[in-house]
């Protein structure tokens, strides 16, 4: 019997990029799994136009006309808490591989698995590596999106870390996500002479006030682009994207050893089969997310939510996307911690977690 895997995948809109990788990396998943065991999956797909009340259309039409067998969640943390709502109103279980707000494990939600490490714990890593590069280091600059659950998670989690290690949150500035021109961000950031920058906001918001403040000739210790982790950061700034930090929920080089599923070479290999030159963590995440189901459907030996979710809880296993364990009340994904990377001579080096970096932390940023 084929089993059939659903998805809400943004094909146009603001996250088509991201989403349409995702897209490619369940579809490689699908592809590679049914080589061993033929017929096994087929991937059922809509275009949500990276759009609220789009995603929720299309996850009702996957569980109530489509009648899925699995369903797995889009790109985005507003689109996965839209596709969440639904799928808990339909007792469907969402294998959540692109949302990574925390928002939506704080909703009591009885079916939903998390695949990628939470947003307030993207940046885990960061303060205690400046400490490391500079004992002295003490203040933090966050720049971040007004709109959105994702911005504010990701600072919350350096802002609780900050208050850890004796830092100072010294500038918390948001700014509309409509914004172009970052003026009036970067003459107060300019102003607090800051050891740390945190900036996080929609995918082009970082690549713009990443340019704008390379640019501006601003003096700080390590700065920090969320979307500095995809190949992209790199394509938009070029030479400009020099010792920008990232994080990033998966790199080939972290070479993570598998207890079930393919190695990371087989999959890079097996996504560049497809074209695919760079394979940013978007594209490994919604592959992850299909080995995670088949894992847990050996485990449950049935696709209902109810043994599927049961399975989910109780497992403690690893593959090339790293470790997998969930809090079995929230779903939250508690197995793994987020990688961050440097930009090196055009190229992404891991920095943490010291086990998986290749290079330490380039300190300064920028020379002072």
């Not at 065991?37 to 006309?65: G, K, M, Q």
């Amino acid at each position: 019997m084929t089993l059939v895997v659903g998805m809400p995948a943004s094909l146009t809109g603001q996250f088509q990029s991201q989403g349409q990788q995702a897209l490619a990396g369940l579809q490689a998943w699908a592809r590679d799994a049914n080589s061993k065991n033929p017929d096994s999956f087929s991937v059922l797909h809509y275009d949500d136009a990276s759009d609220r009340a789009t995603v929720r259309e299309v996850t009702r039409r996957l569980i109530v006309d489509d009648r899925v067998d699995i369903l797995i969640g889009p790109y985005s943390s507003v689109l996965t808490s839209a596709a969440a709502e639904v799928a808990e109103s339909q007792g469907k279980l969402l294998w959540n591989q692109g949302g990574a707000s925390d928002n939506v494990y704080r909703r009591e939600y009885c079916w939903i698995v998390g695949i990628l490490t939470p947003a307030s714990r993207y940046l885990a890593g960061l303060l205690p590596l400046v400490r490391q590069a500079d004992p002295s280091a003490s203040k933090v600059a966050l720049l971040r999106a007004s709109t959105g659950e994702f911005p504010k998670a990701v600072c919350s989690g350096v802002a609780e870390a900050a208050d850890d290690l004796g830092f100072s949150i010294v500038l918390t500035t948001d700014f509309p996500a409509s914004t172009k021109r970052f003026t009036d961000v970067l003459r107060e950031l300019k102003a607090v002479r800051p050891d740390v920058v945190v900036v996080v906001g929609r995918i082009q918001d970082d690549f713009d006030l990443a340019r704008q403040l390379a640019e501006s000739g601003i003096n700080a210790g390590t700065v920090v682009a969320v979307a500095a982790g995809i190949q992209g950061f790199q394509d938009d700034l070029g030479s400009l994207a020099e010792r920008f930090v990232g994080p990033s929920q998966w790199e080939a080089d972290a070479h993570y050893e598998p207890d079930f599923g393919p190695t990371a070479e087989q999959v890079v290999a097996s996504l560049q089969r497809d074209g695919h030159s760079h394979v940013d963590y978007p594209m490994a995440q919604a592959y992850a997310a299909g080995v995670v189901v088949q894992r847990c459907l050996e485990e449950a030996g049935s696709v209902n939510s109810q043994a599927l979710r049961d399975a989910a809880s109780s497992l403690k296993f690893s593959t090339f996307y790293g470790n997998f364990e969930i809090d079995p009340e929230t779903g939250a994904q508690i197995g793994r911690e987020t990688l961050l990377i440097q930009w090196h001579e055009g190229r992404k080096v891991i920095i943490w977690p010291p086990e998986s970096a290749e290079r330490e932390l380039a300190y300064p940023w920028r020379s002072r």
